[in-house]
């Protein structure tokens, strides 16, 4: 039906391929993160059991498969599929088929998700994990090679773009002083959750440089997604800023997929006619050969975007709000969320060292050895290593004890299991200094943590300078 054109994006095929293609290899690497670490922090006999969770609150906080119960075999079931799904995703192999065959497949992995985000508890309490389901979801209708993208569906990915980039542009104006003072990026190079090979680099970096991070990043968060909006070389513009930006996230810092799956979002803004002026190489009319768009599935793609279209009233509401909610879901489904993050700095970065002794009656000259992670800092003379988009989630909420959130039931849990040896949860860490022996006790102490200087780090070799703060939890044994 050629009325039906008008809603096909014929110059987006390069767009859709990446917008598809992307989000199935984010979603492998999350899957792939559940499969290694699910047990260990949420299975049977994890740091917080779901099945404890589904016993003490049968009600979940949204739709899930675990709903009538759990077990590390059906978790493992659950995340080999996410994997086999996502892997022919990125093969390209269900897009040859009919459009509802890739939307079946997108709306399996969106379920298989949404059912472990939904008893994942804190490990799971991150903004790109709800970004990650609304993305499963908007890329079900996408379509097939068989046809081109719908306009309908491509204005909703801008509009997850949208939501992305400026609701965090006014988390930030909204919230620490150190933003609006273009202070904000002489702290967070250092204090960031997990640094990555890079950052200390970019912490010293002049201050005059930092100050035009904190303005670009202003620039890219609060006025180029308004642009997004606008089909042809303005909208390829404003996706390529979004693009840029997020790359220099992605090089000095570890946030998970969460730029990873920005820059996918964001380069569905730039057109076909684009690509084929910048690389003459890719042809300029890879979507017209496509077929019109069926009756069918033109209605399925407008009731979507009908009730993204409805669910988008709390998410504006909430922009426009003085008391804006930071990567905040509406709906049960994880559908058109609210994100945004680091409202505020942190100005000094405090690390929770965990160590044990053999000794049997420990004091300060018994000998005390240090457990360390694979991502959060730890040895003074490590370079931080690159792991996002992979997401270690022990790591990431050990930066948070520090800020008031000592006593987390699930970090008493892993003191636990440090004492027992347990050898799921040793896998976690990338050294145990007991190789497999349990300690006869263990403690964690607060360390101020600072980037060393260059000229310290020519004198020491030290890429890091710590200072004992204080002792958190003193020597804790088994009874």
């Known amino acids: 039906m050629d009325w039906l054109d008008w809603f096909d994006a014929h110059d987006y095929e390069i767009a859709r391929q990446?917008?598809?293609?992307?989000?199935?290899?984010?979603?492998?690497?999350a899957f792939l993160s559940t499969l290694n670490q699910f047990r260990p922090l949420l299975g049977e006999h994890g740091l917080l059991p779901v099945p404890e969770l589904i016993r003490i609150a049968p009600r979940l906080r949204g739709p899930s498969l675990f709903r009538w119960g759990y077990t590390d075999r059906r978790l493992v079931a659950i995340a080999v599929s996410g994997l086999v799904l996502a892997a022919s995703v990125v093969a390209g192999l269900p897009q040859l088929a009919p459009p509802w065959v890739p939307?079946?497949?997108?709306?399996?992995?969106?379920?298989?998700?949404?059912?472990?985000?939904?008893v994942g508890q804190t490990f799971y309490g991150f903004g790109w994990e709800m970004l990650l389901c609304e993305a499963l979801f908007i890329m079900a209708f996408l379509g097939s090679n068989d046809q081109p993208p719908s306009i309908l569906i491509l204005v909703a990915v801008w509009w997850l773009v949208f939501r992305l980039e400026f609701g965090a542009g006014m988390i930030k104006i909204r919230g620490g002083s150190e933003w609006r003072d273009l202070t904000a990026l002489m702290y967070h190079h250092e204090t960031q959750p997990m640094p990555g090979p890079l950052s200390?680099?970019?912490?010293?970096?002049?201050?005059?440089?930092?100050?035009?991070?904190?303005?670009?990043?202003?620039?890219?968060?609060?006025?180029?997604?308004?642009?997004?909006?606008?089909?042809?070389?303005?909208?390829?513009?404003?996706?390529?800023?979004?693009?840029?930006?997020?790359?220099?996230?992605?090089?000095?810092?570890?946030?998970?997929?969460?730029?990873?799956i920005t820059v996918v979002l964001g380069?569905?803004?730039?057109?076909?006619?684009?690509?084929?002026?910048?690389?003459?190489a890719v042809p300029a009319d890879l979507g017209t050969d496509a077929t019109t768009t069926p009756l069918w599935w033109f209605v399925i793609v407008a009731a979507v975007a009908v009730l993204l279209l409805v669910l988008s009233v709390r998410p504006v509401q909430n922009l426009?709000?003085?008391?804006?909610?930071?990567?905040?879901?509406?709906?049960?489904?994880?559908?058109?969320?609210?994100?945004?993050?680091?409202?505020?700095?942190?100005?000094?970065?405090?690390?929770?060292?965990?160590?044990?002794?053999l000794a049997d009656v420990p004091d300060e000259d018994s000998e005390?050895?240090?457990?360390?992670?694979?991502?959060?800092?730890?040895?003074?003379?490590?370079?931080?290593?690159?792991?996002?988009?992979?997401?270690?989630?022990?790591?990431?909420?050990m930066w948070f004890l520090p800020l008031g959130r000592m006593w987390e039931p699930w970090f008493e849990m892993f003191l636990l299991r440090l004492l027992e040896a347990d050898a799921p949860t040793l896998r976690l860490l990338a050294v145990d200094p007991f190789d497999g022996s349990p300690p006869r006790w263990v403690r964690a102490r607060a360390y101020h943590y600072r980037f060393s200087t260059r000229a310290e780090f020519r004198t020491t070799g030290d890429r890091w300078v710590r200072t004992l703060e204080r002792e958190v939890i003193g020597p804790a044994g088994l009874r």
């Open 103 to 118: 939307m079946l497949v997108f709306l399996a992995l969106w379920i298989l998700y949404l059912s472990i985000v939904n």
């Open 320 to 357: 426009l709000s003085r008391r804006q909610l930071m990567n905040a879901s509406f709906n049960r489904w994880m559908l058109v969320n609210a994100y945004g993050a680091f409202g505020t700095v942190t100005k000094r970065r405090i690390e929770i060292i965990v160590e044990g002794t």
């Open 368 to 397: 005390w050895r240090e457990y360390h992670f694979k991502g959060k800092p730890g040895d003074v003379r490590a370079i931080p290593r690159q792991w996002a988009p992979y997401h270690l989630r022990l790591d990431w909420l």
């Open 200 to 260: 200390r680099q970019a912490h010293l970096l002049p201050k005059w440089f930092h100050r035009l991070e904190v303005l670009g990043n202003h620039f890219a968060q609060l006025i180029v997604p308004f642009f997004l909006f606008v089909p042809g070389p303005v909208g390829s513009a404003a996706a390529a800023v979004v693009v840029l930006t997020q790359l220099w996230l992605i090089v000095t810092g570890n946030f998970a997929w969460l730029n990873w």
């Open 18 to 29: 990446v917008l598809q293609r992307g989000v199935g290899a984010l979603a492998f690497v």
């Open 267 to 280: 380069a569905s803004a730039i057109s076909d006619s684009v690509w084929h002026w910048l690389i003459p």
